[in-house]
């Protein structure tokens, strides 16, 4: 037990050495850090309850998306239908699927919509699955139903597309190293550190940001629309609430959609100096906004932003340029929104905000300040009493938790995990278990001279049996440790991450160091006696 | 006052490794090496008290209840500083309440100008909780900083209170499954009870004291656990040993050896792992406090006694060494075949 060749004593120091290096880049001044080769720029981050920052959990409204698809489906099938020139009675949603009837020609009309029927995944894919299920029944009824693949892979894909979105939203912003990550199958965890109020991020998360231009229906009447009769392609849109939530009839026919924006910025109007966003229209928008405008000349069309007339201005003369701009009665703010909005694009379907933690730099400087001196505080106790209970022995100890304090911060940094104030108290607990490993192979080596053998068999037998207790005790703990990562989320992980490192570095120590230190005070001393 | 404290723990520590120096004073040994105390005896008084004790926390949990905080029942929290220096509880208390946001509690947080406010969980879902807060600020207004702000909705807190308990008993299982290897199946039912015994009794602690019950909480119990399982192995270990090593040794005479030799190592743990909390519990900062409070409770006080009062003796119970005395071989089993370690 207390022979090391070596070999094997230098491969243990350089292991050791090496990890403590590696937390050398958390002590570093940025401007040195920036110089280190790009593999040794591994810093332990500090989590947002520390420094400071908004943690913010959105979910993607998949009953909305599933809401769409369906809508699309009726569409479809209404298209469909129309062209075979089947005639059809019936058609609507009801519950999950898409109902028709067709009791003149059902057959024709099942052939004509199993086209619209596709193979999931592409022409590649050999799943065989389809996005449709499509039923007959009795009277002509035919029933179409998404399939729940498919509607997997819709969510899948909108939750994709809100990833993109909200990072280029976020982004705009000017946040610092925001970062967004998907979790779970539709949430979406965005986390920006140092934003103190998260107002306005909340407010341009929360928004679908669909643009769409379309014309005022001027020949049906509003009173009839707002009775619940609209006309049938035609619907009722609020103005503002700024507005005083003024009702407009408008066409369902969208002219052109906000998919066809190229740029928009926030700008004044020349005239009024009132904020206004002004947008350009791609190849294919600007050619569809020039022909409707066109043929529109002196009458209204309305400019609809997530289901709200922003404004209804009158086509002067036909607008041919491909662009434009929109006024409101904005806030430069406002103004400025709607245009990262617009750049940034419509999300696919309504984000909510399902959990929202934002600690401020105060309370952070705080926490780490309060962290820091119990850990002092905490690491002077346990020393002072180990060298009062084991004298040269606990000195050794002392040595063996102090390189393995720099160890764990050495992995960490290596890993470049997140350290939260759960983990600062994983580590003041590791102190505790890395010390009992000491405790464990000292007293046992305590009971070995008091059965009467010699100094050197007592230290071997003592390190022989306690290892063993001491590698059962901590894959016990470990364990523990492994299923908090596993089911914790952040500050929780946090604390996993660095119990379990502990736990790995205590039983390093233990097995390799500590036994280093003591083979090698053994061999210098020579000693008649244990002072343990 | 707190670096007064600090000075004075610095100074008594610095006096006493002088004196250890010196070899004024030996060193410590917080047992006596011939202790030979008749733990196994009191048995008959250990198991009536602790099964007395948890009825009683599964009692208080049910009737009294846990203070959940928002991380399982939903709702805001917000912890505000007021910039004049000393917070008026009772005005923002009257701004709060006239909110209509139901129930609103305000608790001095430490400093006085620190408050902390929870708005109970709105009906309406997601959004519900969205607007709270935002009305909340409204009331608030420039008076104060926004040290902290919470909100949970409605899912996420059924999803976590879901994964905490999951969790929790993930952890025993395994735990369970480990040590069914390494020992034998006593062993491993042995443990288990101590274990959710000091669970049980945990959670007792945390509806007497009504300290918040969070996920950090969670990771709590899970120290708790894996510490308390610390410590029941390093016993566990050593009864493995001496069931080995003496074969005709009547079980309560061998477990009482084994606690009593494992005793030290016991205690001198737990005085640095108490020392340890003992700093987080009195410089760590509010954030910590219940952590570090339960922490305390949990591992310094039950789990120690349950590993040597309950997790030792029930092996009698169990039937541990019952098999081994039939085929009993002859006493003083000289070849003390160490417990073979890795390298």
Redesign the interface.
Known sequence: MLYFSPLKAAAILLTALLVCLCAVPNFLSERTFQKLPRFAQRQIVLGL?LQGGSHI?L?VDSAAVKKEKLQNLLDDVRRTLREARIPYTGLAVRGDQVEVRASANQQQALSKLRELSQPLGGLLSATGQRSLEINEGGGGLIQLRITEAALTERIRQAVEQSIQIVDRRVNELGTVEPSIQRQGVDRILVQVPGL??P?RL?EILGKTAKLTFRLVDVTGSLEEAMAGRPPPDSEVVYGTAKEGKHPYLIKKQIMVSGEDLTDAQPGFDQRTSEPIVSFRFNTNGARRFAQVTQENVGRPFAIVLDNEVISAPVIREPILGGSGQISGGFTVEQANDLAILLRAGALPAPL?????????P??GQ??IA??K???Y??S???V????????VFGLFANVAVAVNVAMIFGILSLLNATLT??GI?GI??T???A??SN??IY?RI??EV?HGRTPITAID?G???A???I???????F???A??F???????RG??VT?GIGIVTTVFTA?TLTRLIVAYWVRLWRPRFV?? | MLYLLIAVVLAVAAVLCALVVLGVIPHLRLVPDDTRFDFMRFRRISFPISALLSMLAIFLYFYHGLNFGIDFIGGTLIEVQAKSGAADLAKMRATLNGLGLGEVQLQQFGAAADVLIRVSQQPGGEGAQQAAVAKVRQALGDEVDYRRVEVVGPRVSTELLAYGTIGLMLAIVSILIYLWFRFEWQFALGAMIANVHDLVLTIGFMSVTQIDFDLTSIAALLTILGYSLNDTVVIYDRIREMLRRFKRMSMPELLNISVNSTLSRSIITHVTVTLALLALLLFGGQAIHSFTATMMFGVVLVGTYTSVFIASPILIYLGVGTSRLATAEPEGDTKTKPAKAST
């Open positions: 309850d959990l979910e103190q109020d107002t909340k909510t905000i399902i959990e929202e933690r934002t600690v401020g105060g309370l705080d926490s309060k962290g001196i119990a850990s505080v905490g002077v106790l346990v002072v009493f180990m060298f009062v209970t084991y004298g104030l759960p108290a003041v607990l102190v505790g278990i010390v009992d405790v464990l007293e305590r009971e008091r037998a390190f022989t049996r290892l063993a207790t590698l059962d005790s901590n894959i016990t703990t364990i523990a440790a299923v908090l596993f089911i914790g989320t952040g500050p929780v604390f996993a119990l097995f002072p343990i």
